[in-house]
Structure formats: C-alpha cells, structure tokens
C-alpha cells in the first residue's frame, strides 16, 4: 500500500494534481477538504461544527478531520494506496496518521511538498473564487487567514517527515504538466507497480 501526502499551501495546485495522479497511479483520493464540504452540504453535525471554522479561514480541530481520516481508511480496506491532500495539517494529525497506517502495517511513502509564492496563491485562489462556489476563496481576508494558518501550524508538518528524510520540494510554478511531470518523476522512484 503506498501511501502519498501531497502538501502545500492553499492554492499550491493540491486538487488539480490530486486529479492527475489518481487516475495515473490509481490512488484513493482523500482530501480533507473536499470530506469537509461533503459533510456540510449533506447538513450532519460534523459538518455543522466545521462550518464555523472553515468560513473562518481557520482549520477545523484535530479530532476531527483525524476521525475522518481513520473512517475512509477503513471504508477502503482493498486500496492499492491513498493520496492525502490537505492532510496532515498539524502535527498532531501528522503523528494519528502514523499511528493509523502502523497499525495496518504501512507507513508514508514520501510527501511532495509543492512551493508557490504568496502572492501567486492569493491570486490564483481570488480567481479559483470566480467559479469555484467556495465562499472561502471570494474573500482575501478569508484566505490571507488560510496561508497564515498554514505558515503558523502546517508548515511545521514537512518537519516532521523531514526527520525521516521523506520530504522532497517540487516548484509549484510553471504549466500543469510541467509540475505533473516532476510530480510522477519522484513516484516512480519509490512506487512499485
Ligand atoms: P485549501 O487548501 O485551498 O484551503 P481545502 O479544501 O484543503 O482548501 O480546505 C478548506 C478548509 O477546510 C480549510 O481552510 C480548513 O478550514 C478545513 N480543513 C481542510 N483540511 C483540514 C485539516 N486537515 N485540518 C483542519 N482543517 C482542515
């Protein structure tokens, strides 16, 4: 089972690679992001305490997105390996995860950190606002919060993997592809398939 964390700031590109490399590698999806919004608009009382922090620009608690997490491990016992996207964001969710892939004997394959500027992010998630339907990306006070969430609490999560020498950075500027190709270069080096 391989395991992949695809990291970065909001508006790295984490969704729109996410996309790509499923179908490539044939990789479960589980973005927490998109689970989030899931529950809100199914209306469950998960859903409802996320609300209020997303529309913040503020993540969600640990305990959480962690019982999320563990829920989609286990709807998907037969999995060939798991794409994370928007998760690990704290430390602590970084180390449940651990916990939670030891205990199905599999652990991080390798985490691809995408880098982009601030000013590019808040450009490309103002615009991501035009269409997305996301009322967190119309607003720059909403998604200035969000970079400072991730440059306060999540960043810290690539030092974690670094300990273990799993980190590698890819520049998230340039073409889809481009980035794509750079992408799927460092899979295969450790996917087997
Ligand atoms: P983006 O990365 O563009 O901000 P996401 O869809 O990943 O978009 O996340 C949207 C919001 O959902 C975040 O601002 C946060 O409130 C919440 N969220 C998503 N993933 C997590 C997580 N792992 N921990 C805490 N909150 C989260």
């Known amino acids: 089972m391989f395991n992949l964390i695809l990291f970065g700031p909001p508006g790295s590109g984490k969704g729109t690679q996410s996309e790509k490399l499923m179908a490539k590698y044939g990789l479960k999806h589980l973005s927490t992001g998109d689970l989030l ?96 339907g996301r009322s967190d990306d119309t607003n720059e006070q909403v998604i200035r919060a969000r970079i400072t969430e991730y440059q306060t609490k999540t960043a810290a999560v690539a030092d974690y993997y670094h300990q273990f020498n799993k980190v590698v950075m890819i520049k998230g500027e340039g073409t889809i592809d481009e980035i794509f190709g750079e992408l799927c270069k460092e899979i295969d080096k450790r996917i087997n398939r």
């Open 37 to 132: 919004r899931s529950e809100i608009s199914r209306q469950t009382s998960l859903g409802q305490a996320a609300k209020g922090f997303m529309d913040k620009g503020q993540l969600v608690p640990d305990e959480v997105v962690i019982g999320m997490i563990s829920s989609a491990l286990d709807e998907n016992p037969h999995a060939t390996g798991f794409l994370y996207d928007g998760f690990p964001r704290t430390s602590a969710q970084a180390e449940a995860l651990d916990k939670l892939l030891h205990l199905k004997k599999a652990s991080i394959g390798v985490m691809l950190a995408l880098d982009v500027s601030e000013e590019e992010l808040v450009k490309r998630l103002l615009k991501r606002g035009e269409t997305s």
